[in-house]
């Protein structure tokens, strides 16, 4: 499909080209910037709805501020495709995500534009105070430091000790833009949202909104009485109309706003006007994710990130299906978690704000009043979860592996010291693919077998984590005074007919799958399956033994005696980082129990691996089929030579 530049973006490569327009064509600007963005991601791909919400901002910030001077953070990341574009990777921007291309969020490395890197959310307030402060310390006393989050990430924690400390630094130029549009990828939930709803719907604020600000644009004419106009106009309105404004207030934090975040005209004066207002001070902009293209306003979760899709119809693209094919992983325990709590009714589910990414969603429509979305707040998700296993709840706690390590002090405190048996669903273990670094779940076998009370584990395949969680909400496990971990991977896993009856799996019990006399693999997880094609290509020339270890914690200790006892060479596969990891875990035993082989351990290295996708990233480093045979072959030469 060819895509094409208007006519004013086709000469904008960064903001001062931007900046040499009227304000009356920056109308001009959105529209085909807006464009730009849906011809861009219906034929590559990449997240939607939420660049599309910021159009208008995006355009306004850039066209009133001095970046990269004045340094504006994007929380998360997802709404920063205008941003980019705008900054001098228009030309690049059809390699977002791609492997090779450029990241899909906000990145130090790539651009002096990005100030800070982000893909985690409710980062941006304390990384734009710490700036400020920083630009205090140094004498900058006119560099302007720019936050813009969205509403759902504003429920974490960080988010509310940011505006704390920020409401405490009189002196500051923070500018907290708070992006409102009741989304996070799924809706969002609590009294928060509640909160803004009440500000945003308030009859007699907005009758008078419009008013108040039309002063407030031309506040300038009032010279240096400007604070004291602001400071009675703020007054007046929020004592009188809006008293629950005061939570803002209360941080010390000027709120103005609510504002339309779609009214490029009124955005740009409201932030001119606040770049000239010193301190901290919050801006309250209301936008619609997925604004100006229809489908993605009706649908805003499905419109998120939708994959390819015909701009013209709104026809998302689906793969042509020609024989039955395995489902993903996160469906498999969607499906599972509710036929399990059919039967036992101690079982309840808990996520973080992702409902859909988790597929949690299906036990949440299925027994509303048994699974439960908390919103962007992974410690209070894991503390919720030990809070309810305390009264003799079967807690299934599911969080996305890079999110987890938000929530590890409560992990420790809170559930392990405490002896419960929480169990934790770590989705998107191992590369996450095209979401790069900020989510690859590539820490947690190293983070969570080091903890006493914690039991870690990975299914090969669907039949696997159905066990594994049968295993889980057992009255035998549960009686216990172990938490549980399983692990699994993005994306689809390897059976068809994954349904199978659920059957005994017994704490620390690997399986042989295969055996051999040259050479054993021992793999942890579904990174096993590429073992198994590494294995059916070495044969008749190598015969290779393969054990599916199923636990990292604790060890199949006589499976790995058999294996040691026979084998003089040996190699670890896993998708998590080599440090600390299962391959590391082997190592202790043979140690332990001197032991004296060639082990080779591969999984993902000591550096930080980039966005790609999966099977681009195993093969980068060494542990798809093809790698695992040259590292066979390799191993069994060294041995022939030796």
């Given amino acids: ?91 690049q921007f059809y390699t977002n995500r791609m492997y090779g291309g450029i990241s899909g969020f906000p990145k130090r490395k790539e651009s002096v534009y990005d100030s800070f890197g982000v893909g985690h959310s409710s980062t941006s307030i304390s990384a734009a105070l710490g700036m400020a402060m920083g630009s205090m310390h140094n004498g900058e006393k006119d560099r302007q430091h720019i936050a813009v989050i969205g509403d759902g990430a504003l429920t974490a924690g960080l988010a509310f000790e940011g505006m704390n400390h920020a409401g405490s630094i009189n002196d500051a130029n923070l500018l907290i833009i708070l992006n409102d549009n009741c989304m996070a990828i799924d809706p969002n939930v609590g009294a928060l949202k509640e909160y803004l709803t009440d500000i945003t719907t308030s009859k007699t604020y907005n009758k008078v909104k419009d008013e108040v600000w039309n002063l407030l644009g031309k506040m300038s004419a009032f010279g240096h ?31 103005f706003g609510p504002i339309d975040g779609h009214d490029i005209d009124h955005m740009v004066e409201v932030l001119k006007d606040l770049k000239s207002i010193p301190g901290p001070k919050i801006l309250h902009v209301l936008t619609v994710k997925g604004k100006g293209y229809g489908p993605a306003e009706l649908d805003q979760t499905k419109w998120h990130a939708p994959g390819l899709f015909d701009k013209v119809t709104g026809e998302i693209q689906k793969k042509i299906i020609t024989k039955p094919t395995a489902p993903k992983y996160q469906d498999v325990f969607g499906n599972t978690i509710v036929e399990l709590a059919e039967k036992n009714q101690k079982i309840v589910g808990i996520t973080p704000a992702m409902p859909s990414g988790s597929s949690l969603n299906i036990m949440m429509k299925a027994m509303p009043d048994r699974a439960f979305d908390v919103g962007i707040a992974e410690q209070h998700a894991v503390t919720l979860s030990a809070g309810m296993a305390t009264r003799g709840l079967t807690v299934f706690c599911n969080i996305y592996s890079s999110f987890m390590q938000r929530a590890y002090d409560q992990v420790i405190h809170d559930v392990c010291i405490q002896e419960l048996p929480v169990i934790f669903c770590l989705d998107r273990a191992g590369f996450a693919g095209a979401d790069g670094p900020t989510h690859h779940g590539a820490y947690d076998i190293a983070f969570m077998r080091c903890v006493p009370n914690m039991v870690v584990a990975s299914p090969m395949n669907e039949e696997e984590l159905r066990n594994l969680m049968f295993l889980a909400q057992s009255d035998s496990f549960q009686s216990g005074h172990e938490a549980i971990t399983l692990r699994y991977p993005r ?31 021992l793999s942890f997880g579904p990174i096993g399956n590429e073992v198994t094609k590494a294995i059916a290509s070495l044969e ?38 080599l440090q600390g990891g299962i391959g590391s875990a ?24 980039e966005h790609g996708e999966q099977q681009q990233l195993y093969a980068e480093c060494g542990y798809d089929a093809k790698g695992i045979v040259a590292s066979a072959l390799a191993s069994v030469e060294t041995v022939i030579k030796a």
């Fill in 1 to 91: 499909m060819l895509i094409t530049q208007g006519n004013l973006l086709k000469d904008i490569n960064y903001p001062e080209d931007l900046k040499k327009l009227n304000p009356s064509q920056l109308h001009q600007v959105c529209q085909e910037l807006r464009q730009y963005i849906i011809d861009m991601v219906s034929t590559h791909g990449g997240h939607f709805g939420a660049s599309l919400g910021v159009v208008e901002l995006t355009v306004a910030l850039h066209y009133v501020f001095n970046t990269p001077d004045d340094q504006l953070i994007w929380d998360v990341g997802h709404q920063a495709y205008g941003h980019k574009i705008l900054t001098g990777r228009k030309e």
């Fill in 540 to 577: 008749p020339q190598l015969s290779v033994a393969h054990y599916d270890l199923r636990f990292a914690k604790p060890l199949d200790e006589a499976l790995l005696h058999e294996v040691f006892e026979k084998f003089d060479n040996i190699i670890t596969v896993e998708d998590g980082c």
């Fill in 225 to 255: 009485s400007a604070r004291e106009i602001v400071s009675k106009v703020e007054n007046a309105m929020k004592g009188a109309l809006l008293s629950q404004s005061n939570f803002f207030e209360a941080l010390n934090l000027r709120y």
């Fill in 491 to 521: 994306g689809e896993g390897v059976m068809p007919e994954w349904r199978t009856p659920f059957s005994e799996i017994k704490v620390g019990e690997g399986r042989k799958v295969k055996d051999g006399e040259d050479l054993a693999i």
């Fill in 586 to 609: 082997i190592l202790e035993f043979m140690v332990d129990h001197n032991y004296h082989a060639k082990v080779k351990r591969l999984g993902i290295p000591d550096r930080l691996v």
